[in-house]
């Protein structure tokens, strides 16, 4: 776990050092790549209603992660649904092997939230650990995500 962690700080450091960032707050087209950058910033945390007996492929198949994902999809991406996004049908695929379940369509998580309550959702920062499974839904800050959509650029 800690590996993993130096791993993906190592790789972001090494992205900003290159000067791969995008403009914050932007949404952006590449939509396959946004939606890896949101699975990015969003892998190392565990939510308290993750299955830790599950496989670890499994583990973002939880409700909570799946729609901070999506969340941070839609804000940063042009994303409205997942017909056409290769990482999202992968990232259901691996859902569907693991746990049975199908991801809902983008609009049923999207439409439990106003913009309102997506603006207050709390944001994490790159450096920021959680040492207790998270309970809640997150975003990652403006900086984070373009950082990690950055290395992936």
């Not at 994902?69 to 691996?94: D, G, M, R």
Request: charged share 25%; hydrophobic share 40%; with cysteine.
């Amino acid at each position: 776990m800690l590996a993993t962690r130096i791993s993906f700080v190592l790789l972001l450091l090494s992205s900003a050092a290159l000067g791969k960032r995008t403009n914050t707050g932007r949404r952006t087209s590449d939509v396959d790549l946004c939606f890896k950058g949101c699975e990015f910033t969003l892998f190392s945390i565990v939510f308290n209603d993750t299955d830790q007996a599950a496989p670890k492929a499994a583990r973002p198949c939880s409700g909570l992660k799946l729609s901070s994902i999506l969340l941070c999809a839609h804000q940063y991406c042009a994303i409205e649904t997942h017909k056409n996004v290769e990482s999202l049908n992968s990232f259901n695929e691996t859902c569907e092997a693991f746990i049975d379940r199908s991801l809902p369509p983008i609009s049923d998580i999207l439409g439990r939230y106003s913009d309102e309550e997506i603006k207050k959702l709390r944001r994490f920062e790159q450096r920021q650990i959680f040492g207790e499974p998270v309970q809640e839904l997150l975003l990652p800050t403006d900086a984070f995500w373009s950082l990690a959509y950055g290395t992936l650029v």
